[in-house]
């Protein structure tokens, strides 16, 4: 994931993806829908308990945040629990 206000988030890739030298569409890859765990922005975007049963959104590959930047992310799915490992998101075409 990047910050983007495109994009769609379906699930979370299970391998390793380059397409940088490619065009859209170029390579395919296996994507799990359900509850994963991700890295915690920082600062007014830190997501905390209160935030659960909440959107929040995708800062980069591996990492959401609380807020949309200020309309510049797409959303990632719904916060379903927080504690000092990350954000456990629920993500799917579904959520």
């Known amino acids: 994931g990047i910050t983007a206000t495109t994009l769609k ?10 397409n940088s030298a490619g065009a859209a569409g170029d390579i395919n890859v296996t994507v799990k829908t359900g509850i ?11 997501i905390t308990k209160a935030e659960i049963g909440s959107d929040c959104y995708i800062v980069d590959d591996q990492t959401v945040a609380k807020t949309n930047g200020s309309s510049t992310r797409s959303r990632a799915g719904k916060v379903v629990m927080v504690d000092t490992s990350g954000v456990y998101v ?6």
């Open 90 to 95: 629920q993500i799917g075409p579904q959520f």
């Open 9 to 18: 988030a379906f699930g979370r890739c299970e391998a390793t993806a380059d």
């Open 36 to 46: 994963f765990l991700w890295a915690n922005s920082a600062s007014g975007d830190l």
